[in-house]
């Protein structure tokens, strides 16, 4: 699983958890909402900080590939990537 995945699940988890926690207290439903909304986040910048990092090395090491692969393609279309012709493998 990935990490971008298992750091959404979490965020989700914990805000149905304090959503759970919340629910008995007398307030209204937005109020509700809210509080669990704020608390959650901040929850999640504490106990997922594991899953955060590993999402952001996942998504560092993505960009890294399609800048070298945007740089390959780029020097190929500049012509400076040109692979060598057949005729010069010949024995001297």
């Known amino acids: 699983m990935s990490a971008a995945v298992k750091y959404t699940l979490g965020r989700i988890g914990l805000f149905v958890g304090v959503l759970a926690a919340l629910w008995f207290v007398d307030m209204s439903i937005f109020l509700r909402l809210l509080l669990a909304l704020i608390s959650s986040a901040a929850l ?4 997922l900080r594991g899953w955060r990092d590993e999402m952001a090395g996942e998504m560092a090491e993505a960009s890294e590939r399609r800048r070298a692969e945007k740089e390959r393609l780029r020097s190929a279309l500049a012509g400076d990537d040109q692979p060598e012709p057949a005729d010069q493998h010949r024995e001297e």
């Open 44 to 47: 999640s910048f504490f106990l």
